[in-house]
């Protein structure tokens, strides 16, 4: 089955520290895989995507993704935390075959401290 | 600007009875999808419709219904056989269902039972 794996619920950094939100995924075929960020009580806002072509991708906001096919993941990165970005974090990767649905992570908590 | 606007922010629903959460766009996408969010659990997909006139059943279709009348609306009926609709409701579009283009998120309802 095709899934995407959020191995930790909750990641803390201090501000100005890098930070680093985990995906893994499962799919069949090559993936498409993107990043979104959720703040409280609002949609989802789409950070970045990996489709094909270079293993580090930059995104909105400062965010980083790297693509890593023998690991089979899609770690997030940034160089330097700020408080704003503390929010929740959700991996997903598209199905083939299936238009454009995408299936989701549980979502990472991520809580940058000043 | 272009986005999706979902209604209301905030619902109630009594038992025994069906409520309608309105989905609208503005962003000439072919494609819109409904899905539910509880605590831990990331997003699951309730409907999705690729095109006017024609949707299908996502991971957890049981208790919903929806309807795909004009490319710009796509609203979510949640009936009296879903059980346990409390939950935060978030709508989607993409510019078709084979593109490898980001979803678009509206800002949710969040529906509870009275």
């Known amino acids: 089955a095709q899934s995407v794996a959020q191995p930790e619920d909750q990641v803390n950094v201090a501000e100005g520290n890098p930070l680093t939100v985990k995906c893994t995924y499962s799919?069949?075929?090559?993936?498409?895989l993107f990043w979104y960020v959720q703040y409280p009580n609002r949609g989802l806002q789409f950070l970045l995507k990996?489709?094909?072509?270079?293993?580090l991708v930059k995104g909105s906001y400062g965010f980083e993704a790297e693509f890593n096919k023998s690991q089979t993941s899609f770690h997030l990165k940034k160089p330097s935390a700020l408080v704003s970005d503390s929010a929740l974090y959700f991996c997903?990767?598209?199905?083939?075959?299936?238009?454009?649905?995408?299936?989701f992570g549980a979502g990472t908590i991520l809580r940058v401290k000043s | 600007d272009g986005g999706i606007t979902q209604s209301p922010k905030y619902l109630f629903r009594k038992e025994g009875q069906n409520v309608t959460l309105s989905c609208e766009q503005n962003?000439?996408?072919?494609?819109m999808y409904w899905y539910r969010q509880d605590p831990g659990q990331g997003l699951r997909l309730i409907y999705y419709?690729?095109?006017?006139?024609?949707?299908q059943k996502g991971d957890i279709a049981e208790g919903y219904s929806v309807s795909r009348e004009k490319k710009e609306s796509f609203p979510l009926t949640v009936t009296s056989a879903q059980k346990n609709p409390t939950a935060f409701y978030l709508c989607?579009?993409?510019?078709?269902?084979?593109?490898?283009?980001?979803?678009?998120f509206g800002d949710g309802t969040r529906l509870s039972i009275l």
């Open positions: 962003l000439n996408h072919d494609a």
């Open positions: 997903a990767v598209r199905l083939q075959g299936y238009g454009n649905k995408l299936v």
């Open positions: 990996y489709i094909t072509g270079d293993n």
């Open positions: 799919v069949s075929g090559n993936p498409y």
């Open positions: 989607a579009s993409s510019p078709s269902g084979s593109s490898n283009q980001p979803q678009h």
């Open positions: 419709s690729q095109i006017v006139n024609d949707f």
